[in-house]
Nanobody, 124 residues
Framework: QVQLVESGGGLVQAGGSLRLSCAASGRTLSSYAMGWFRQAPGKEREFVAAISRSGGKIYYADSVKGRFTISRDNAKNTVYLQMNSLKPEDTAVYYC?????????????????WGQGTQVTVSS
């Protein structure tokens, strides 16, 4: 079983940047495909980005494509989400999730383990 802890959230002005980190413990991260999801108040959790175990396959939601970059460092057991050109509509709690699979998915139903989330607030 893997434990996930997100960090790096905060308050930023529109147009600014943040980098989220998701540190894994308990098992090596290279066994998992990883995803980032977010949930805004009153809305359902939505997919943001996902990366395969090796990093060879990456998917993004259309709403963040070109602005966000997901990456992973399996040696450090950490996954990152670099967020640039942030918009107020990016405000949400951001969660990282792990899926023990050879494949990478965009649906939250496929993910087995979740972090506690980190708040990102973008002011206009």
């Amino acid at each position: 079983q893997v434990q996930l802890v997100e960090s790096g959230g905060g308050l930023v002005q529109a147009g600014g940047s943040l980098r989220l980190s998701c540190a894994a413990s308990g098992r090596t991260l290279s066994s998992y495909a990883m995803g980032w999801f977010r949930q805004a108040p009153g809305k359902e959790r939505e997919f943001v980005a996902a990366i395969s175990r090796s990093g060879g396959k990456i998917y993004y939601a259309d709403s963040v494509k070109g602005r966000f970059t997901i990456s992973r460092d399996n040696a450090k057991n950490t996954v990152y989400l670099q967020m640039n050109s942030l918009k107020p509509e990016d405000t949400a709690v951001y969660y990282c999730a792990a899926e023990e699979s050879l494949y990478v998915h965009t649906s939250s139903r496929n993910y087995d383990y979740w972090g506690q989330g980190t708040q990102v607030t973008v002011s206009s």
